[in-house]
């Protein structure tokens, strides 16, 4: 387990369609997180998990956007009626409650949507 | 919430020359100030941080500055090298919170 995971690296998807993208934290890490990058854009955070508890969703995670984290290993990120505005790179970052917060961020290599 | 300013959106700057990036945030809860650096196409990786209880820390050709009267802090990448062009994001969290929010970028081009 050399770091974050996610699957897959490239999907495209036709407007409407729903999605599903998968994130494998680093095994000792109990935080998992979601970003949203868009072009030319600074990470936004959409959502995080300790253990399997959703601790905080971002107003930009609408109702048509859901994540979890069943066992509190990896997570899923879903996203339903995809609209051409999703079109962006979805982040999943872990970290562990011994760092002091926000310290040992480590992002995956992320998932590029496009819809069409 | 948080709000984090990153300046200037684009640094070009000669070999061996010093780059700085400045950085605001709005929240003077906030603590905690990590770097990234995103190649194109890669994850963000962080490559330096500051805690609020100190106002600089240094790695190597690397080092961060806090001001926390002023809401500000900086990069400061010394001796550039051609693999330090990348995009650079500043970020802000607040204590208590685990999210971090991000500046806007700054996209650093060493000239040979």
């Known amino acids: 387990d050399t770091g974050v995971s996610q699957d897959p690296r490239h999907k495209i998807t036709k407007r409407g369609q729903n999605v599903t993208f998968r994130c494998d934290p680093i095994s000792e890490h109990n935080r998992l997180y979601w970003y949203r990058q868009t072009l030319g854009q600074g990470p936004e955070f959409l959502t995080y998990f300790q253990n399997e508890a959703q601790l905080e969703k971002s107003r930009l995670l609408s109702d048509r956007f859901s994540a979890e984290r069943p066992k509190g290993s990896f997570s899923t990120l879903e996203i339903q009626r995809t609209e051409q505005g999703d079109s962006a790179m979805y982040l999943c970052a872990s970290s562990s409650t011994r760092a002091m917060r926000g310290d040992g961020y480590t992002f995956g290599s992320g998932t590029r949507l496009t819809v069409v | 919430g948080e709000n984090v300013e990153q300046h200037p959106s684009t640094l070009s700057v000669q070999e061996g020359d010093s780059a700085v990036i400045k950085c605001t945030y709005s929240d003077s809860a906030s603590n905690y100030f990590p770097w990234y650096k995103q190649e194109l196409g890669k994850r963000p990786q962080l490559i330096i941080d500051?805690?609020?209880?100190?106002g600089e820390k240094k790695d190597q050709r690397i080092a961060v500055t806090l001001n926390k009267t002023a809401k500000h802090f900086s990069l400061h990448i010394t001796e550039t090298q051609p693999e330090d062009s990348a995009v650079y994001f500043c970020a802000a969290s607040v204590f208590g919170n685990e999210k971090l929010t991000f500046g806007t970028g700054t996209r650093l081009t060493i000239i040979p």
């Open positions: 500051i805690r609020s209880n100190v």
